[in-house]
């Protein structure tokens, strides 16, 4: 069992971290001033909250198959 949740963790890690780069990466292509692209407005951008959701299923899903372990 915990072999399973060990692989969707990781499987939800790359997923959400590949999105997240490419989501960052058409962010910062779209931007045309330099205020746009502040770290503080590049990470609060709401496209980016899917994939933050995704990293954030895949650390609890860590988190409950180190538990098992």
Do not use: C, H, Q
Request: charged share 15%; no cysteine.
């Amino acid at each position: 069992m915990s072999y399973i949740i060990s692989f969707a963790a990781a499987a939800l890690l790359i997923i959400g971290l590949a999105g997240n780069g490419f989501e960052m990466r058409k962010a910062r292509l779209s931007t045309v001033r330099d205020e746009d692209m502040a770290p503080k407005n590049m990470f609060l951008n709401k496209r980016n909250f899917k994939w933050y959701a995704f990293i954030g299923a895949a650390l609890v899903l860590m988190a409950i198959g180190n538990a098992y372990t």
